[in-house]
């Protein structure tokens, strides 16, 4: 059979196998997070769960569960679809992440993280409600947009030096304009200091989310 593109690995142009664009023998070389701490993912005191920032500062997330770490060649992957409107990663990465998150997905509604409208003319889409759409088809669990992004918070996570300025610029990002109820997963590609998930999981209970979850493809180390 003559191979199409999307039966080749993304990374090696082998065979496609398990995982849709990735081989199998790629996908278990791909790094995992160690030992993450069951709230944030990040990497857990030995034998407690939780990171030494979530045994001081509980956050307002139930849990976190992230696929991969955000090292090579997850962040090429990542660079691919987020940076250059290759489309065709959203499968492979969506595929990683149910596969860690499908045999226990115990949540009413996936809510991917939004963008600004300005960020969505600007990319052409929103790779978390992409990423959303393929986890939504693979676990029969809704789609949920109650939440959107308020007109003009859009300065970019990854401009901003450290965790305390993150904090802040996403403080009061998140608006909902309607009700919500049960357990809620965020839908997002990258973990980086939390801040974002923070705000809107924050968001997601004023909105009256029970226990709110975050699903992403990886966590930064």
Excluded at 170 to 187: L, M
Aim: hydrophobic share 40%; glycine share 8%; aromatic share 4%.
């Amino acid at each position: 059979m003559q191979l199409t593109r999307s039966d080749i690995c993304l990374l090696c142009d082998a065979p496609g196998g398990t995982i849709v664009n990735l081989c199998d023998a790629c996908a278990r070389e791909l790094p995992t997070p160690p030992d993450p701490c069951r709230l944030c993912a990040a990497i857990a005191v030995p034998g407690t769960g939780l990171c030494p920032v979530c045994t001081t500062r509980r956050p307002p997330v139930d849990r976190t569960i992230c696929a991969l770490a955000y090292s090579s060649p997850v962040d090429y992957l990542v660079g691919r679809m987020k940076f250059h409107s290759d489309l065709r990663v959203v499968p492979t990465l969506a595929g990683l992440l149910l596969r860690r998150v499908a045999p226990g997905a115990g949540v009413d509604w996936l809510a991917p993280v939004p963008i600004t409208a300005s960020r969505l003319r600007q990319r052409g889409f929103n790779q978390a409600l992409e990423l959303a759409r393929v986890v939504g088809r693979g676990t029969g669990i809704g789609i949920t947009r109650v939440v959107h992004r308020r007109r003009g918070a859009d300065t970019p996570q990854s401009s901003l030096p450290d965790t305390a300025a993150r904090r802040v610029n996403v403080a009061n990002a998140f608006q909902a304009h309607t009700r919500v109820s049960g357990r809620v997963a965020i839908i997002d590609d990258v973990v980086t200091t939390a801040s974002t998930v923070n705000a809107l999981t924050r968001c997601l209970k004023r909105a009256g989310a029970s226990e709110v979850e975050v699903w992403a493809v990886a966590r930064t180390p």
